[in-house]
């Protein structure tokens, strides 16, 4: 093969991890161990961060915001397992008012569970100790994403708020937000 070192005819790959069948299993067997000492002693593979702390600059919507980190970087966060009425949609002026409220220029945790389409950090946002996510299901601000979280907390947040007809709950003529965005009404 061009490019590889030859050393009496051989290859250094060859003469390294042998083409043998033996020689896979060696190699094989290497990253199996090499990997499973990372998993088990904890070593972090370089990667994006997990958990983001940071200052809420703005609030585009009752399920996202920009904020800037700690490190001085702005990013768009978008909540997890929850989805607010659009603007235009009833309710949507209450959850975002009420989101205003709660979290305007407050520093805020983020912990990561995705990267959405539209490249915005999807995640548990916390307050303090107050799980934000959970907060604005539990008022009635917004309907729990079922499509992308499997949530039972989050879920029975979302069923007693409809029960007590709470927020978006007391509202006639509320559909949820991807069955609106699908409709000739929604506007980006």
């Known amino acids: ?23 896979y299993i060696k190699m094989h067997l290497f990253i199996k161990i090499f ?8 070593i972090a ?28 970087k702005i990013v768009q966060v978008r909540f997890y397992g929850i989805d607010a009425p659009e603007k235009g949609q009833p309710g949507s002026r209450m959850a975002l008012q009420a989101i205003i409220k709660l979290l305007k220029n407050q520093s805020v945790r983020v912990v990561k569970v995705d990267i959405d389409k ?38 029975q947040a979302e069923t007693k708020a409809q029960q007590a007809k709470l927020g978006i709950w007391k509202l006639s003529g509320n559909i949820p937000p991807w069955h609106y965005r699908k409709t000739k009404h929604f506007k980006k």
């Open 45 to 72: 593979l370089p990667s994006e961060a997990v958990e983001l702390n940071g200052k809420v600059l703005w609030l585009y919507d009752g399920d996202s915001f920009k904020m800037e980190t700690a490190g001085h």
């Open 118 to 155: 539209y490249n915005r950090i999807v995640g548990k946002v916390y307050l303090g100790k107050l799980y934000v996510n959970l907060w604005m299901l539990n008022n009635g601000y917004a309907w729990h994403f079922k499509f992308f979280s499997q949530d039972k907390d989050l879920s």
């Open 35 to 42: 990997l499973s000492l990372i998993v088990l002693l904890g």
């Open 1 to 23: 093969m061009p490019g590889l070192i030859k050393i009496q005819g051989k290859s250094c790959a060859n003469e390294i991890f042998k083409t043998t069948h033996n020689g």
